[in-house]
């Protein structure tokens, strides 16, 4: 038996995330929609946010252009750039514990994805971090992730899997995945192992040095 918590990154799309919420809501799963803000100005793609806040899921902030892991992007007001937006954006779809995932540039854990100025943003708009520990590489390995995906969840007594809602055909494989998993003694939860949120409603819960740059990118040589 195993614990297992699915989360979906860098959506909504329109030809991907109704199948996702489709297969999720057959088999009563509920997961967290990590959004990207500057896709919720298309409003198909805002009511597909709705949608999944309305079938009970949570909606999560994943920056608001994806390009750049924040510990290495330039700037005083990057914070306000990609996390401000992208909350006003979510707006009432929300969550209490508002919250936030940092993109890590292919899954990294490591001080890219922050940085001071962007941990003191979180504290002061009470944002809770959320991280990750099975990324199955859905966007890079479309057909093999499932395999991958299922291996890493029996390696551990509670995966946090990062997945994709996002048309490079992968997700034509979850409904498959989740009956494999299931089959395999996982019980799905919607809430996320306490080792994977360092920062809890704007607290530091457990040590995040490892994931800030030392220093700002704008006084970088």
Known sequence: MFDLTLTFDNGPEPDVTP??????GERGIKTTFFVIG????DPARRRLVARAHDDGHWIGNHTFTHSTPLGRQPGADTAQREIGRTQAAIGELTHPNRWFRPFGGGGNLDDRLLKPSVVDYLAHHKHSCVLWNAIPRDWDDPDGWTDRALEQCRAQPWTLLVLHDLPTGAMAHLARFLDRAEANGARFRQDFPPQCVPMRNG???LPIEAYVSSIEQSERP
Do not use: N, S
Not at 19 to 24: H, M, T, Y
Not at 38 to 41: I, R, S, V
């Open 38 to 41: 500057e896709k919720l100005g």
């Open 203 to 205: 607290e530091i819960a």
């Open 19 to 24: 199948l996702v919420l489709d297969v999720l």
